[in-house]
């Protein structure tokens, strides 16, 4: 199993797609471990952002994730990383597939309503980041027996 690190920008809290977006995770099977509502500290938004400083548009990412609450989960499965990425398909909305998150609800490059982590690496870096020791839920998923088959949880 792994466990993979999901925030709602503030164009999707603010366009009223919680819901919509959440239940598509709830749907294909996953299971949330981690789940809040918060402002992000521009220190927490710059350390998540690394990677990007020096690009043109570092400032604007950074103004644009600061400047209203995100909606933050913790999302665990099997190749959890990797089937959320495909959920929320490409970075701009206009090139996004239909079927993904931002190919059925955005217009955007910037402005592209969710995060998730890009490999397993990515995904334990930024756990720590959003999340304090303890914070994440341990649940026991009986469910899974009907998710997975037997081969796909060895
Ligand atoms: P994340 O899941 O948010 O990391 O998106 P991603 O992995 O699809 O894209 P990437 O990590 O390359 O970029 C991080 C974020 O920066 C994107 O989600 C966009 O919000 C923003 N971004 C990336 N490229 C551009 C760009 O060319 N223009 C603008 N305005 N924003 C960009
Ligand atoms: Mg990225």
């Known amino acids: 199993m792994e466990t993979t690190l999901i925030f709602l920008k503030p164009d999707a809290v603010q366009r009223g797609l919680i819901g919509s977006i959440v239940g598509r995770f709830e749907a294909k099977g996953l299971t ?3 789940m809040k509502l918060m402002n992000v500290p521009k220190d927490l938004a710059e350390k998540h952002y690394a ?4 690009k043109p548009f570092y400032d604007g990412l950074i103004a644009f994730v600061t400047s209203s609450p995100v909606f933050v989960m913790a999302i665990r499965g099997v190749n959890a990383v990797a089937v959320c990425r495909t959920l929320i398909g490409a970075t701009n909305g206009q090139k996004a597939d239909p079927g993904t998150i931002r190919g059925d609800f955005g217009m ?4 592209n309503m969710i995060h998730g982590s890009d490999s397993l690496e990515s995904a334990e ?3 720590a980041l959003w999340f304090d020791d303890g914070e994440l839920a341990t649940i026991d998923k009986t469910l899974d027996q009907w998710v997975y088959d037997p081969s796909d949880l060895k």
Not at 51 to 54: K, L
Not at 108 to 111: L, N, P, Q
Request: hydrophobic residues 20%.
């Open 108 to 111: 955007s490059g910037g402005y």
């Open 125 to 127: 870096r930024e756990l």
């Open 51 to 54: 990677e990007h400083q020096g």
């Open 32 to 34: 949330f471990v981690g």
